[in-house]
T-cell receptor, first 117, second 112 residues
Framework: GAVVSQHPSWVICKSGTSVKIECRSL??????MFWYRQFPKQSLMLMAT?????????EQGVEKDKFLINHASLTLSTLTVTSAHPEDSSFYIC?????????????FGPGTRLLVL | GDSVTQMEGPVTLSEEAFLTINCTYT??????LFWYVQYPGEGLQLLLK?????DKGSNKGFEATYRKETTSFHLEKGSVQVSDSAVYFCALGAQAGTALIFGKGTTLSVSS
């Protein structure tokens, strides 16, 4: 099946710093990727839709100036958490769709755990 | 709007027991349905999927049938193993290029 990678898998940073998370589709191209956030023992919360060549679409309540998304190429989307604070600590997961229009499947990255001290 | 409801957990079973995790959905169109599994500290792995009514998805002994009449996609396995312990998510894909809609997840714990 299709493979999506994320880097880094773990990051610890000081409050006020910025952190960049990469999401790559390794063996297919993705004009769209999705960024989710997951709190402990909870489901995934969609943060934004990353679109190659255009601006990201953010879900209601997600600060676009805090969570900067750049879809640099057909295989790479980045999420930058700017001026991170402890409440931004979470598990961030990306996904990319692949397959035919009527049989598309979302493939997920392994996630990035962010801890802001 | 579209939504997914799955049974609350945790579900605790002994090894070799039969597993059912219920999932029902609400959708205006003809969605694709998915089960994903998440092991501790990891991302989501696709377990199985079905793209139209009466389709049966299956993988690693797990099965789920897309039932349009009951708007359900229940996950079943005849004999669970300790290694099946994980969180299972039912999800709905309304249309191509859009994000999935997830249920809240069901934690399965299997003991030997």
């Amino acid at each position: 099946g299709a493979v999506v990678s994320q880097h880094p898998s773990w990051v610890i940073c000081k409050s006020g710093t910025s952190v960049k998370i990469e999401c790559r589709s390794l063996d297919f191209q993705a004009t769209t990727m999705f960024w989710y956030r997951q709190f402990p023992k909870q489901s995934l919360m969609l943060m934004a839709t990353s679109n190659e060549g255009s601006k990201a679409t953010y879900e209601q309540g997600v600060e676009k100036d805090k969570f900067l998304i750049n879809h640099a190429s057909l295989t790479l989307s980045t999420l930058t958490v700017t001026s991170a604070h402890p409440e931004d600590s979470s598990f961030y997961i990306c996904s990319a769709p692949q397959g035919p229009h009527n049989g598309e499947t979302q493939y997920f990255g392994p996630g990035t755990r962010l801890l802001v001290l | 709007g579209d939504s997914v409801t799955q049974m609350e957990g945790p579900v605790t079973l002994s090894e070799e027991a039969f597993l059912t995790i219920n999932c029902t959905y609400t959708a205006t169109g003809y969605p694709s349905l998915f089960w994903y599994v998440q092991y501790p500290g990891e991302g989501l792995q696709l377990l199985l999927k079905a793209t139209k009514a009466d389709d049966k998805g299956s993988n690693k002994g797990f099965e789920a049938t897309y039932r349009k009449e009951t708007t359900s996609f229940h996950l079943e396995k005849g004999s669970v193993q300790v290694s099946d312990s994980a969180v299972y998510f039912c999800a709905l894909g309304a249309q191509a290029g859009t994000a999935l809609i997830f249920g809240k997840g069901t934690t399965l714990s299997v003991s030997s």
